[in-house]
């Protein structure tokens, strides 16, 4: 979009935005300059007026959704028309639905609208209201404030096929598929709210090609691509104090924790504006030392594993995270999955300091604790890692009864879900996601309406908490 | 204010038939039936309308058709968009940042008017979602 203005586009910025124009002043810069609201409905596009009950726009988001000149044609005509085609968005919603395989019944109750309201939503003839059509274009992973404005792309339809697929991993498929949405459209979004501040960091990694062979294992190539990660984020050998911090603040990499069913554990997911990661907060997550193998387990698929590999999304259950043998004694069938349980391992626990770590101690059982209380492994991981890095040791010796990771690593990973207002937010946006939109609001970039519609709360009781929300982050 | 003459494709409702009118259906998503649309307003004596784009447009401030193009500026009731399916077919809305209708019962009135004038007429209705006429329509007209 091309956003340098003309000699005429300096009279469409104060039509437009209300703003006097200054030399050199662009649309983007008069947008955030802007104090003016635009609302849109289901067909329409206009300046904010008191009679209408669609959804509020920052004129930011009102000038990159839909560009200057639908913005001058509401200049000229008191409205602008935003559908593509008479088919949408009826069309894109039907097609999205059925392509993930779910009921209308079933998107009306994760969406918290009526079945009616999934409905017409895929009636052509209809005018629906805007605020029910953000919900059920949230719960399908589409793109609410913009929804009609561009025909569905193949790419999508894909994804979502994608999407269909890895609900067969789970016993309640419909209900993983309707979490992976959830999360996917969670993840995309913070992904357009930080594209601007994003950090670097992860241009450094070039994704690798490389599982093994007969005479390299795939372990070593994880283990190596562990090593190459703590050296290209500066980390030395010392313990990781906080994975989600890491992967929140320091890679920028979006991070949502929601509830999926018991036997998935987490997955990646990628799209053309980044990768994103997703936790389940049930199941053996629970448990601090898990959690954090899950995020170092995913962390290694987001930072090395090719796009087609990844194939948009990676879904992982807990069974495949959990060691029950010795590396060399593994029979892999998955060798992404062999990866990046040998990253996450030596990631969270480089070999050498766990052996040192072990031996410093007089029993075996004494060993083990230590490595776990160091490094915040899981009792399970722990034994195995050890047994891996001492190559002496028998794993009948490595037991101990009671043994769990303590507090202070619960306290350094723990969610911000629990004490996190306002209360109807869902567990999936209270995390750094939460941040990033009150960030955005506050700079204009959206209006406060769409920051209660993306948080899933009332634009009062955002306003009420907002504050809070920052300094959970800051 | 420029107001366009008859020689500029300037007319005047009266009673159907509209002679010589451009033809086409009115639209359901945007940049449709562009080439056919009119523009009109409710004057104080008179019913003016105009196609929006075509010959002689260039010399206009914005390169088409404004509402105050058919007015020269003057005040009006009421002013919109317009499609003729046929010469006694219409269907119009009240989009028109400076002669907008206020809400859906203006639109009706309007309708009844025109009707009168012994046209078969529908508008597009009101967008309660934006507080503004709607500009397509959807499903098939409401006839009048």
């Given at each position: 979009?091309?956003?340098?203005?003309?000699?005429?586009?300096?009279?469409?910025?104060?039509?437009?935005f209300?703003?006097?124009?200054?030399?050199?002043?662009?649309?983007?810069?008069?947008?955030?300059?802007?104090?003016?609201?635009?609302?849109?409905?289901?067909?329409?596009?206009?300046?904010?007026?008191?009679?209408?009950?669609?959804?509020?726009?920052s004129a930011?988001?009102?000038?990159t959704?839909?560009?200057p000149?639908k913005?001058?044609?509401?200049?000229d005509?008191?409205?602008?028309?935003?559908?593509?085609?008479?088919?949408?968005?009826?069309?894109?919603?039907?097609?999205?639905?059925?392509?993930?395989?779910?009921?209308?019944?079933?998107?009306?109750?994760?969406?918290g609208?009526?079945?009616?309201?999934?409905?017409?939503?895929?009636?052509?003839?209809?005018r629906?209201?805007?605020?029910?059509?953000?919900?059920?274009?949230?719960t399908?992973?589409?793109?609410?404030?913009?929804?009609?404005?561009?025909p569905?792309?193949?790419?999508?339809?894909?994804f979502?096929?994608?999407?269909?697929?890895?609900?067969?991993?789970?016993?309640s498929?419909?209900?993983?598929?309707?979490?992976?949405?959830?999360?996917?459209?969670?993840?995309?979004?913070q992904?357009?709210?930080?594209?601007?501040?994003?950090?670097?960091?992860?241009?450094?990694?070039?994704?690798?090609?490389?599982?093994?062979?007969?005479?390299?294992?795939?372990w070593?190539?994880?283990?190596?691509?562990?090593?190459k990660t703590?050296?290209?984020?500066?980390?030395?050998?010392?313990?990781?104090q906080?994975?989600?911090?890491?992967?929140?603040?320091?890679?920028?990499?979006?991070?949502v924790?929601?509830?999926?069913?018991?036997?998935?554990?987490?997955?990646?997911?990628?799209?053309?504006?980044?990768?994103?990661?997703?936790?389940?907060?049930?199941?053996?997550?629970?448990?601090?030392?898990?959690?954090?193998?899950?995020?170092?387990?995913e962390?290694?698929?987001?930072?090395?594993?090719?796009?087609?590999?990844l194939?948009?999304?990676?879904v992982?259950e807990?069974?495949?995270?959990?060691?029950?043998?010795?590396?060399?004694?593994?029979?892999?069938?998955?060798?992404?999955?062999?990866?990046?349980?040998?990253?996450?391992?030596?990631?969270?626990?480089?070999?050498k300091?766990?052996?040192?770590?072990?031996?410093?101690?007089?029993?075996?059982?004494?060993?083990?604790?230590k490595?776990?209380?160091?490094?915040?492994?899981?009792?399970?991981?722990?034994?195995?890692?050890?047994?891996?890095?001492?190559k002496?040791?028998?794993?009948?010796?490595?037991?101990?009864?009671?043994?769990?990771?303590?507090?202070?690593?619960q306290a350094?990973?723990?969610?911000?879900?629990?004490?996190?207002?306002?209360?109807?937010?869902?567990?999936?946006?209270?995390?750094?996601?939460?941040?990033?939109?009150?960030?955005?609001e506050?700079?204009?970039?959206?209006?406060?309406?769409?920051?209660?519609?993306?948080?899933?709360?009332?634009?009062?009781?955002?306003?009420?908490?907002?504050?809070?929300?920052?300094?959970?982050?800051? | 204010?420029?107001?366009?003459?008859?020689?500029?494709?300037?007319?005047?409702l009266?009673?159907?038939?509209?002679?010589?009118v451009?033809?086409?259906?009115?639209?359901?998503a945007?940049?449709?039936?562009q080439?056919?649309?009119?523009?009109?307003?409710?004057g104080?004596?008179?019913?003016?309308?105009a196609?929006?784009?075509?010959d002689?447009?260039?010399?206009?401030?914005?390169?088409?058709?404004?509402?105050?193009?058919?007015?020269?500026?003057?005040?009006?009731?009421?002013?919109g968009?317009?499609?003729?399916?046929?010469?006694?077919?219409?269907?119009?809305?009240?989009?028109?940042?400076?002669?907008?209708?206020?809400?859906?019962?203006?639109?009706?009135?309007?309708?009844?008017?025109?009707?009168?004038?012994?046209?078969?007429?529908?508008?597009?209705?009101?967008?309660?979602g934006?507080?503004?006429?709607?500009?397509?329509?959807?499903?098939?007209?409401?006839?009048?």
């Open positions: 979009m091309d956003m340098k203005p003309s000699h005429k586009d300096a009279r469409d910025i104060e039509e437009i209300g703003v006097a124009y200054e030399d050199g002043l662009t649309f983007e810069e008069a947008a955030l300059k802007s104090d003016r609201l635009f609302v849109r409905s289901q067909d329409h596009l206009a300046f904010d007026n008191e009679t209408a009950n669609g959804v509020r726009l930011y988001q009102a000038l959704i839909f560009g000149k913005l001058r044609e509401i200049v005509y008191g409205s602008a028309i935003i559908p593509v085609s008479c088919s949408e968005p009826a069309a894109s919603i039907k097609q999205r639905r059925e392509s993930l395989g779910l009921s209308t019944a079933l998107v009306a109750k994760k969406a609208v009526t079945e009616e309201d999934v409905l017409n939503a895929e009636d052509l003839n209809r629906n209201s805007m605020q029910a059509l953000c919900r059920i274009a949230q399908l992973c589409m793109d609410d404030m913009a929804i009609a404005f561009h569905t792309e193949q790419n999508d339809t894909e979502a096929y994608r999407l269909r697929d890895r609900g067969t991993l789970a016993g498929r419909k209900q993983l598929t309707l979490g992976l949405n959830e999360a996917a459209w969670v993840i995309k979004k992904l357009e709210l930080s594209a601007p501040n994003r950090s670097a960091i992860l241009q450094r990694f070039e994704p690798s090609s490389i599982y093994g062979d007969k005479n390299y294992p795939v070593k190539q994880g283990y190596y691509l562990a090593e703590r050296e290209l984020l500066d980390l030395g050998h010392d313990p990781i906080s994975i989600r911090g890491l992967l929140e603040k320091k890679l920028g990499i979006p991070l924790q929601l509830e999926l069913p018991d036997s998935v554990a987490g997955g990646t997911v990628s799209f053309d504006q980044g990768r994103g990661i997703f936790l389940n907060i049930n199941g053996g997550n629970n448990e601090v030392g898990v959690r954090r193998f899950t995020l170092a387990h962390l290694g698929h987001l930072l090395w594993d090719p796009d087609q590999k194939r948009s999304i990676i992982d807990y069974k495949i995270l959990e060691p029950t043998q010795t590396l060399d004694d593994q029979v892999y069938h998955d060798f992404v999955e062999a990866r990046a349980n040998a990253f996450a391992i030596e990631f969270l626990a480089p070999g300091k766990v052996e040192a770590a072990f031996r410093s101690e007089s029993s075996a059982s004494a060993g083990l604790k490595v776990m209380e160091i490094f915040g492994l899981s009792y399970t991981a722990a034994r195995f890692h050890i047994l891996n890095s001492c002496t040791i028998d794993l009948e010796q490595l037991t101990s009864t009671g043994c769990s990771v303590s507090s202070d690593w350094q990973e723990s969610f911000t879900i629990d004490f996190f207002k306002p209360e109807s937010v869902p567990f999936s946006r209270r995390g750094r996601f939460a941040y990033e939109v009150v960030m955005a506050e700079m204009r970039k959206i209006s406060t309406n769409a920051a209660a519609i993306w948080l899933g709360c009332s634009t009062q009781e955002y306003q009420k908490d907002k504050e809070t929300i920052k300094s959970l982050f800051a | 204010m420029w107001a366009i003459t008859e020689a500029e494709g300037l007319l005047e009266c009673v159907a038939p509209a002679p010589n451009v033809t086409g259906c009115p639209p359901k945007r940049d449709e039936s080439d056919c649309k009119y523009l009109w307003a409710v104080t004596d008179t019913v003016p309308y196609l929006e784009h075509g002689n447009r260039n010399h206009l401030s914005r390169g088409y058709l404004s509402h105050t193009n058919l007015t020269g500026g003057k005040p009006a009731h009421a002013g968009e317009m499609w003729f399916i046929d010469n006694t077919t219409l269907v119009f809305n009240g989009a028109s940042s400076r002669y907008q209708p206020r809400g859906l019962q203006e639109l009706d009135s309007l309708a009844k008017a025109f009707k009168q004038c012994a046209y078969k007429v529908a508008h597009m209705g009101w967008d309660d934006c507080g503004r006429p709607a500009r397509i329509l959807r499903g098939e007209p409401e006839w009048i």
